[in-house]
Each structure stands twice: as C-alpha cells, then as structure tokens.
C-alpha cells in the first residue's frame, strides 16, 4: 500500500503562484500531478519519473515544474502565472508495482 497526502492549494489571483506538495509513504519511481475541474474528466498535469524525467501536458508548459526530494519521498508542482482556466482539484498519483493510488487532492482556485 502507498499512502498519499497532498497539500498546498487554495485561492489566488490570476498571474499568481502556488507550490503543491505530495508526500508518499515510501519511494515511488513514477508520480505525477493531475487535475479535474467541474463537469470535465481529469487530465494530466506533469509526471516525474526520475529527478530529469519529466512530461507536462501543453496546457502548462513553460509555467508549471514538477520536482521531487527523494529524501522525503515529496513530489512537488510549482505553478505560476497561474490562469482562471487553471482552477481544478489537484491530484497526485503514484504507480508502483502494477497499482496506481491517488491522494485525497486539494484545490486551487485561480479568480480572474
């Protein structure tokens, strides 16, 4: 079993920045953030597979970073010049051995 815990998210303007957090219970290989706003399916956000593999969806390209800190077993989403479009609840996902588990997620809003 992973354990998931997501933290970082809440309300800022548009142009603003938030940093998310997702701490597991042990070392994943491949984590990644995803999102899902109203009426819409969720949809990748970025992946980490390593400390330099990374894929972002085009829709955040250039504004947000997927990170990680080993020594923790954290995987971060730094997320600026943040849109309205933006606003969604955020998810974290890690596979390992053949399972995928999700954290509980956490919202951010982005006001216009």
């Known amino acids: 079993q992973v354990q998931l815990v997501e933290s970082g998210g809440g309300l800022v303007q548009a142009g603003g920045s938030l940093r998310l957090s997702c701490a597991a219970s042990?070392?994943?290989?491949?984590m990644g953030w995803y999102r899902q706003a109203p009426g819409k399916q969720r949809e990748l956000v970025a992946v980490i597979m390593s400390g330099s593999i990374t894929n972002y969806a085009d829709s955040v390209k250039g504004r947000f970073t997927i990170s990680r800190d080993n020594a923790k077993n954290t995987v971060y989403l730094q997320m600026n010049s943040l849109k309205p479009e933006d606003t969604a609840a955020y998810y974290c996902k890690a596979r390992h051995n053949g399972n995928e588990y999700w954290g509980q997620g956490t919202q951010v809003t982005v006001s216009s």
């Open positions: 042990r070392y994943i290989y491949n």
